[in-house]
């Protein structure tokens, strides 16, 4: 089985890299490629490295008390503060693994098509790098270092 990565620089785009991160959630879910696509987030701030994973605790809102009020049934829901992703000052990389066996080709095809065309992944300067070629070692193994 042949492994690809797909690079994406996001800069210090968190609500991007974000958005990117629900639509590939969607995409595994909806063409049932759970192990065969793999992401996870790189991310430098100011020459430190920080790391995390979509599925990283720290991406999911958490849960709230509920609310004091008469019926006593609401729950408070606060919504993220778009003003503090917007402001990170985090360069934002996606590294994206894609793991398809050799007979489906015509998918892998589609999916490397469909990253291409579609926003927010073709403004973020995708790059793609096959198994023969130069760096792919490097990224190999940068992809098995971050959580």
């Known amino acids: 089985m ?19 991160r629900h639509k590939l959630d969607s995409w595994k879910q909806a063409f049932r ?10 991310r430098k701030e100011d020459g430190a490295v ?7 605790a720290s991406s999911k809102p958490k849960p709230e008390k509920k609310a004091e009020g008469k019926s006593g049934k ?5 919504a993220p503060e778009p003003a503090k992703l917007a402001s990170s000052t985090a360069e934002v990389k996606l590294l994206l693994r894609l793991a398809l066996p ?6 892998e095809q589609r999916l490397l098509k469909r ?19 130069g760096g792919f070692a490097e990224l190999d193994s940068r992809f098995e270092e971050l959580e």
Request: hydrophobic content about 35%; proline content about 5%; charged content about 35%.
């Open 2 to 20: 042949a492994h690809i990565y797909l690079t994406f620089d996001f800069g210090k785009d968190e609500e991007k890299a974000q958005l990117a």
């Open 33 to 42: 490629l759970d192990k065969k696509m793999q992401g996870k987030f790189d």
């Open 50 to 56: 920080t790391t995390a994973a979509p599925d990283d």
């Open 74 to 78: 609401g729950k408070a829901k606060a």
């Open 102 to 107: 050799n007979h489906e080709k015509l998918m």
């Open 115 to 133: 990253f291409s065309t579609e926003e927010p992944f073709a403004s973020a300067s995708p790059k793609t790098v096959r198994q023969s070629d």
